[in-house]
C-alpha cells in the first residue's frame, strides 16, 4: 500500500513558462522547486545557448534575464513539444536565428499549427514545414486580434511570448479553456493581463508540485489496498482538474485540504484513500481538455471500474509523444482490457480480469508510467525500469513510489 505525505517537485508546464519569464526579466530571478525533468532541462539549455544566465543553486535556480545573443545555430528541444513550441514564439522575435531540432518522435509531431498563427504575427521560417528541423530568422512581432482554433496551451503560449515583443495590444481568444499558466504569470509579475511590450522585474516564484505527475500517484493510490496519501502543496489549477473531478464522479476517495492561493495559482493538499467500488463514466471534449496529460493513467484506473467508461473528443491525444489512443488501446487490450479504440477515443468494459504482458511503451514517458502503476498493482512489487525515458518528465517517479510504498 501507499501511506504518508508526498512532496513533489514543480509543474512541468508552469517550470517551462517561468524559466522563460526570468530569461525575460531585467535582472535576477529566482525559482524555487523547478522541476528537473529532462523537458525542462531543454528548455533551460536553449536559454543558455541564448546568453541567458541560469545557475543552480542550493534550492534554487537563478535566472538572469534579457540580454539574447547566440552564435549557436542549432537548438536541441529533445522530446519537449513545449520547447520547440515556445521557443518559435520566443527566439525569433528576440533577434535569433537558428534551427530548432528534437528527437525521434518530437520530430514527426505537427509544427504548422504554431507556426501558421505565429507567422500572422510576423515569424520568419526558412523551411514551411510541419516537423522539425525548422530554421527560423529574425523576426519582428506584430500585434493580432485572434481566436485559438485549437485547444492547445503551447499554441496560446508561444503566440503571448512573441506579443510581449509589440507595444501595441495582443488579443488572444481561447474558448476551449486550455492551461492558463501564461495568463497568471503574466498577471502575477505585470499585475497587468494585457499582452505587449513591458518590463518584467526581476521575480521570486516557487512552483507548486506537478498535478500530471500526482496523477499516477493518485491512480495507485486508489487502486492499490489499504492506501492513504497525501499529496502536499500540489498545483489546484481549475485548467488542470479533470482527473481529480472525474475519479471524484467514479466515487473514488479523494479529499482536497488547504487550498490556497499562490502567486496567482491554487495550491492545495490531495488526500487520497484506496477506493475499491469505482463506477465507469462518460466523459466528453469539454473535460478531455482540463485531463489531456492524464487520459493514459485515467484509462488504466477505468479498467477497474464497475461499468462502461466511454471517452470522446480525444483526437488531440493522436498527436502526443506517441499515438495515445493507440498506444493506450493496443496495451491494455494485451493485458487482457474489454477495450475499444475509435477516431477520438474508446470505451471501456471494466472490472475484467488484467495481467501483466510485454508492453509497448512507443517511447512514451506517460505510457511507460501508466503502465509500471498497473505493473506495481497486479505484481505488488516495483521493478525500477525505464528510468531514463520516465525523466522527461517525472525522475523522481521511483524514489516517490518506492519511499510510500510499504
Ligand atoms: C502543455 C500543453 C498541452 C499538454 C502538454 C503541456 C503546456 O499540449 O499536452 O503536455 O504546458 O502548455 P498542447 O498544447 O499540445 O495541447
Known sequence: MLKGNIYLKGDKSISHRIVIFGSLANEKSKIYN??????????????????????????????????FTSKQKKFDCGNSGSTARFMLGLLPFKGLHGTLHGDDSLS??????????????GLKITNKTNNLPITFEPSIAKNIDYVLNKPSAQIKTAMILASLNNTKESFIKDNYNTRDHTERIIKYLLNDISYKKQTIKSFQYHVPGDISNAAFIIAAAILIKGSDIILKSVLYNSTRLGFIKVLCQMGADIKVLNK???????????????SPNLRGVKIDKSIVVSMIDEIPIFAMVACFANGMTKVSGAQE????????????????????????EFKDGFTILGNKKLYYTNINNYNDHRIAMTFKILEIILKKRIIRTNQNLISTSFPEFYTILGDSYV
Open 34 to 67: 523547478l522541476s528537473n525533468c529532462s523537458d525542462v532541462v531543454h528548455t533551460i539549455q536553449i536559454l543558455k545557448d541564448c546568453g541567458i544566465k541560469i545557475k543552480n543553486d542550493k534550492d534554487f535556480l537563478s535566472v538572469t534575464g534579457n540580454t
Open 260 to 274: 490556497t492561493e499562490k502567486q496567482n495559482e491554487v495550491v492545495a493538499d490531495i488526500n487520497v484513500k484506496f
Open 108 to 121: 514527426k509531431r505537427p509544427m504548422l499549427r504554431v507556426i501558421e498563427p505565429l507567422e500572422k504575427m
Open 317 to 340: 491525444l493522436r498527436i502526443k509523444e506517441s499515438d495515445r489512443i493507440n498506444s493506450v488501446v493496443e496495451n491494455l487490450k494485451n493485458c487482457g482490457a474489454d477495450i475499444n
